[in-house]
């Protein structure tokens, strides 16, 4: 029963380091490097990604906070940013002023 049992973990151990060596040979192999690099840049993307929609919403906050801060300072309404890029209203058209009739002298 002792041997079975040495014998099996001689096995474990045996195919465990096997796969660790396989895998470090493989890591610095040019695809291993490769993928390795690939994984690292798809990491930092994910995170850089992340780090911008913190930021974004952080500026809404903060943009909200002060316009609400302004709001109540002045006690008129800010206009939205959605209001800003709105077309504007057309002007009326233009219709010159009627002319005043030039009197003669001697009318």
Known sequence: MKRL??????????????????EAAHALTPAGVGANLADGLRELGAGLGA?????????????????DLVERRTGTPIPALSDAFADP??????RPAPRARARRAGA
């Open 89 to 94: 209203e057309p002007a009326p058209a233009y």
């Open 51 to 67: 780090f911008g929609a913190e930021v974004r919403a952080g500026m809404t906050e903060r943009e909200r906070e002060l316009a």
């Open 5 to 22: 049992f040495w014998l099996g973990l001689g096995l474990a151990v045996g195919v465990y380091a096997t796969r660790r060596a396989s």
